[in-house]
């Protein structure tokens, strides 16, 4: 199994940013790929970024050029890089891994984008 504990998420203005956190507890090389999702109320669960083993990734087009995924294998840690932020931003975001055929998820953090 893989426990994976969110950080980060608070309440931020339009336009500033924020960066989300996610420890795993298992080494993050051995896991194939992880990512973010994210909810607003009365949404479906969405995408927002991946990142492969191999450092490859993929945003959704509304995060295109104002978010950034990264990892670092040495702290086993995936983090979100959120600038220019919007209202629409705001969610729970969620931290999930692929490992051994299973997804695991995070608690989620909330983010909450308002003046």
């Known amino acids: 199994q893989v426990q994976l504990v969110e950080s980060g998420g608070g309440l931020v203005q339009p336009g500033g940013s924020l960066r989300l956190s996610c420890a795993a507890s298992?080494?993050?090389?051995?896991?194939?790929?992880m990512g973010w999702y994210r909810q607003a109320p009365g949404k479906q669960r969405e995408l927002v970024a991946v990142?492969?083993?191999?450092?490859?990734?993929n945003y959704a087009d509304s995060v295109k050029g104002r978010f950034t995924i990264s990892k670092d294998n040495a702290k086993n840690t995936v983090s979100l890089q959120m600038n220019s932020l919007k209202p629409e931003d705001t969610a729970v975001y969620y931290c999930?891994?692929?490992?051994?055929?299973?997804?695991?998820w995070g608690q989620g953090t909330q983010v909450t984008v308002s003046s």
């Open positions: 990142i492969t083993r191999g450092g490859a990734t």
């Open positions: 999930t891994a692929n490992y051994a055929l299973r997804d695991y």
């Open positions: 298992e080494s993050i090389v051995r896991i194939a790929a």
